[in-house]
């Protein structure tokens, strides 16, 4: 989600779905461009990059990219996974940041519009 003005860009990105969409596609994101991109001709007030994460592994492909947006330019917000057994019997996790995302944006979209 991009949120424009003549002088200013505001992103915000729920990482759960896009690093699913990217995976699922078989391809890499540039974030490094991503971030270039919000910021054409424009000053890049906030790029905010939300994302589940599991809490219990040691080791995670999204705790490396999550280090890497954060270092980056990124706000990162992190919420844990919630893992359940579904009707089937299967081992799910769920990561939904849209409403975090929703919130963000309300409390942005006041001081967005008076600038």
């Given amino acids: 989600?991009?949120?424009?003005?003549?002088?200013?860009?505001?992103?915000?990105?729920?990482?759960?779905?896009?690093?699913?969409?990217?995976?699922?596609?078989?391809?890499?994101?540039?974030?490094?461009?991503?971030?270039?991109?919000?910021?054409r001709k424009r000053t890049l007030v906030r790029a905010f990059y939300y994302i589940a994460v599991?809490?219990?592994?040691?080791?995670?492909?999204?705790?490396?990219?999550?280090d890497w947006v954060d270092y980056n330019g990124f706000s990162v917000g992190t919420k844990?996974?919630?893992?359940?057994?579904d009707a089937q019997g299967r081992h799910r996790a769920k990561g939904n940041m849209d409403i975090e995302l929703a919130i963000?944006?309300?409390?942005?979209?006041p001081a967005w519009t008076m600038w």
């Fill in 1 to 39: 989600m991009l949120f424009t003005h003549p002088r200013r860009s505001h992103c915000s990105s729920n990482g759960t779905n896009l690093y699913g969409a990217a995976k699922g596609l078989k391809f890499d994101i540039d974030y490094e461009r991503l971030l270039e991109l919000c910021a």
């Fill in 54 to 66: 599991a809490e219990d592994q040691e080791f995670s492909p999204l705790r490396t990219l999550v």
């Fill in 80 to 85: 844990p996974l919630k893992e359940f057994t």
């Fill in 104 to 109: 963000n944006v309300m409390k942005v979209w």
